[in-house]
């Protein structure tokens, strides 16, 4: 069976496609000449890109029925997400990287959790209702964002209104498992004023995150899960030249808990917030722009259950950053600079492994870094771009250490009928300090753990014809000192962390989007993974690195039918082998989801969905049950 799923993902691949690539229609709601926020620091068009970037727009996320952001992730080429049952905590990997070294951001803010324990985000409560796309950069991007950017970096971009008036847009949804689903956003502008207000919640019933069929013990627990959060932004434009925003979400999630072989009790409850003031300049002749930015994140986890205080375990971490950018085109050459200081914070009030629930451990720490970076772009010859940039981070902890990358686009014009076909290559450089919790947490710390580093590239093309556009790369990265959890170190003797010699990963993507005839759109990604860790100056071994070395997803959406919009969507991974690690074997699996929606106005419509068609017993991580089949319908309206 697992062979033959492996060759069910290779000619998948080949005969059908997912395209949420850069072709034009993918860019965003803005067309073929849209910039691509996250790419560079300069201003670039997608032909002029040199990095393997995948958009994902409001329409597909529509069409397609996302409700969480993480899920959006399933779709696309070179990640790998632990989880796509909602709320259950989220890991996400950019081409075998870990999640602490993926950079996610939303509107341009920083989001990490410094009492985590490698200051990673973790997003399994972000909904996409106030979502106007979501660009993934793949690979090394530490000289562009610096740390936490050695996999790539995922941007969420929010809604803002464009044309004058109030528009009020809603939905409501309902399904299996009690599921409840809403959101309402509510957009206006007058004048130089916009601005956006957006509420949502969701809640489910069960079932448990242990699955019965790998438990070691009965498992009887339902595990519910509930969210609930807002969002906004309000901006002004003081001339034709300044604009100021206030921007920001706010939310707060209650989840269930399980051990992977156990039911549990334990629960928490997490509140976080982002924030950000941003002022943004451009000349009126487009030549210079400038932006300044002051952004917060924060989360606080309290974890309640008869392991832990009484009044809860409690880990707070925050980060602060002050961001400044300039830029000029100057036609041949376009040049950019910048600077930032951050600031990340961990506040934790932990139980003693000692004292289990009478005392305390306290962790109050923290760490500065500052930046700057160049970045320049030359266009040398028509279709030819060549892009460089550089950056010095000064961390308080580990001194200086520089980053570099360097990109190359080419753009084939009018091949064999196409719009366009584009050469692309990318090289670059990326570093890492610890995570405070991996420092100094008093139970598992190591605080004589050294800064990772990373080398790492791409190369492939993009081919954008009128009925078929295409994606494909070749990806290689290399990692040095990558932390890891040993369960046999630590203070105490029963854990702590300790780094690998080299990790190495490389690997195949695909993604491409088939017309064949007017209403009917085919659409696939394929993901090949090699990871191969040496761990020869520590001991340790962990195969994979928990991540399967093939996913894939196809999809096929009719829209022949006026108003009515219909898809089949089959998403696959081979199996993965962690028993090495912290689990067992989980067994390759592909699951089969069917949607559908209806139009009754131009302002009203309706929709469903049945996921896990054919009721497939699966595990995307080793011991978490998954969803048997569901079905939810709902409404949409806007006006």
Known sequence: MKYSIHT?????SILATRAFAQAPDDAGDAGADAIIVTASRIPLEPRQIGSAISIVSAE??????IRFVKDALLDLPGLYTSTDRPGDLTSVSIRGSDNDQ?????????????????????PEHLVTRDIARIEVLRGNQSSLYGADAIGGVINIITQRATEEGVHVNAEAEGGSYGAVNGGASVLGKHGPVDFRLTATGYSHDGPSLADPRTATRPVTE?????????????????????????????????????????????????????????????????????????????AR??????????????????KDAANVNFGYNGGIVDIAVGGSLEREKADLRTRDFNLPGIAADFLNVRTDNKAAYAEVALHPIENLTVTGAARIDDNSRFGSFDTYRGTIAYVIPEVAGANNVKLRASYGTGAKAPGLYQLFSPDYGNPNLKVETGEGGDFGFDMNFDRFTAQLSYFFNRTKNEIVFNSTGGPLGNGGYSQFGHTRKNGVEVAFELKPVTGIAIRQSFTYLD??????????????????????????????????????????????????AFGG?????????????????????????????????????FGKNQLDRAAYGGVRVSF
């Not at 069910?8 to 998948?12: D, R, S, V």
């Not at 597909?60 to 029925?65: C, D, I, M, N, T």
């Not at 986890?301 to 925050?318: A, E, H, N, V």
Request: aromatic content about 10%.
């Open 8 to 12: 069910a993902m290779l000619c998948a």
């Open 60 to 65: 597909e996320l529509k069409v397609g029925q």
């Open 102 to 122: 993926v950079l996610w951001l939303i509107d341009g803010i920083k989001l990490g959790d410094p009492s985590s324990t490698t200051t990673q985000f973790s």
């Open 222 to 298: 339902d595990d519910r899960y509930s969210r609930y959060g807002f969002s906004g932004r309000l901006g002004i434009a003081l001339t034709n030249e300044l604009n100021l925003q206030a921007l920001g979400f706010w939310q707060q999630a209650f989840s269930d808990l399980d051990n992977s072989r156990s039911d549990s009790l334990d629960t928490v409850r997490k509140q976080e917030y982002a924030a950000a003031v941003q002022a943004n300049y451009l000349s009126a002749d487009g030549r210079f722009k400038a932006d300044a930015s002051v952004t917060r994140y924060l």
């Open 301 to 318: 986890r309290t974890y309640f259950g008869s392991s832990y205080l009484p009044y809860g375990d409690i880990y707070k971490g925050t």
């Open 531 to 580: 990871v191969t860790v040496d761990a020869r100056d520590t001991g340790l071994f962990l195969r994979d690195k928990g991540r399967p070395r093939h996913i894939g997803s196809t999809s096929v959406t009719l829209t022949a039918i006026e108003n009515l919009t219909l898809t089949a969507r089959v998403r696959y991974r081979s199996g993965i082998d962690t028993s090495s």
């Open 585 to 621: 074997i989980v067994a390759p699996y592909a699951t089969v989801d069917l949607l559908a929606s209806y139009a009754i106005t131009p302002s009203i419509e309706v929709y469903g969905r049945v996921t896990n068609l054919l009721d497939k017993d699966y595990q995307v991580s």
